[in-house]
């Protein structure tokens, strides 16, 4: 079973629109860690945010914010008022106990943005 | 502080053939992780290392083999190169293995097998 689904395989909006990028994760793990990855056109991996499990505070910076929701095991990424420059494969991720005190980085397939001016 | 490196950022190589992708981190970090990214995929975890002698297989390690003599290297070979292989691959660290350090990627190696 897929622990990570990024159901939006391509998502295409105008410049200064709002847009979320989905995010559901499945883990049996009471503590976990969710993170958001962005990768531009220019290939490099870009760490954006971590939250653990026990915190379901929404977070907001600039112009990004993320929504946690462990009810619906969800944590949805929300970019306002979009720029070109937002444009790229933004990953999901979950981090979870491996076996004992490892860890590993389980990804979602990635959310294709193209923001268009 | 250059973070994490991979060399090369391309290669082409024939079926067959072998080649080591280089992976160095200047953050003495203990863990390194090798990913491979396909078209339209996540990452993918080939091998990881949680310290210099240790590495574990990850979800995808046919195919490959790691070593870990030092804390800053930690190289991903290909000893029969399969067009299945045609990938990016990522190189990555972290402070440790507990799941709150975010990882530091490596800008990526293009491969292609022909």
């Known amino acids: 079973a897929q622990k990570v689904t990024q159901a939006q395989t391509e998502i295409s909006v105008v410049e200064k629109e709002d847009v979320t990028l989905d995010c559901v994760y499945e883990?049996?793990?009471?503590?976990?860690?969710l993170f958001w990855y962005k990768q531009p056109p220019s290939g490099e991996l870009v760490f954006l945010i971590r939250r653990n499990s026990f915190d379901e505070q929404n977070e907001i910076s600039g112009r990004y914010s993320w929504n946690f929701q462990k009810s619906t095991s969800s944590f949805n990424f929300t970019i306002t008022a979009s720029q070109v420059v937002d444009s790229a494969v933004y990953f999901c991720?979950?981090?979870?106990?491996?076996?004992?005190?490892?860890?590993?980085?389980?990804f979602g397939k990635g959310t294709l943005l193209t923001v268009n001016p | 502080n250059a973070g994490v490196t991979q060399t090369p950022k391309f290669r082409i190589l024939k079926i067959g053939q072998s080649m080591t992708l280089q992976c160095t981190q200047d953050m003495n970090h203990n863990y390194m992780y090798w990913y491979r990214q396909d078209p339209g995929m996540g990452l993918k975890l080939i091998y990881y290392?949680?310290?210099?002698?240790?590495?574990d297989k990850g979800e995808v390690p046919n195919g490959y083999n790691v070593s870990r003599s030092t804390t800053e290297d930690f190289p991903l070979r290909l000893e029969l190169a399969a067009p299945s292989q045609t990938s990016v691959y990522f190189c990555a660290s972290s402070a440790a293995g507990k799941s709150s350090y975010e990882q530091y990627f490596g800008p990526g190696t293009r491969l292609t097998v022909t």
């Open positions: 883990t049996r793990d009471t503590t976990y860690y």
């Open positions: 991720a979950l981090s979870e106990r491996s076996g004992g005190s490892n860890y590993k980085l389980t």
């Open positions: 290392s949680v310290g210099a002698g240790i590495t």
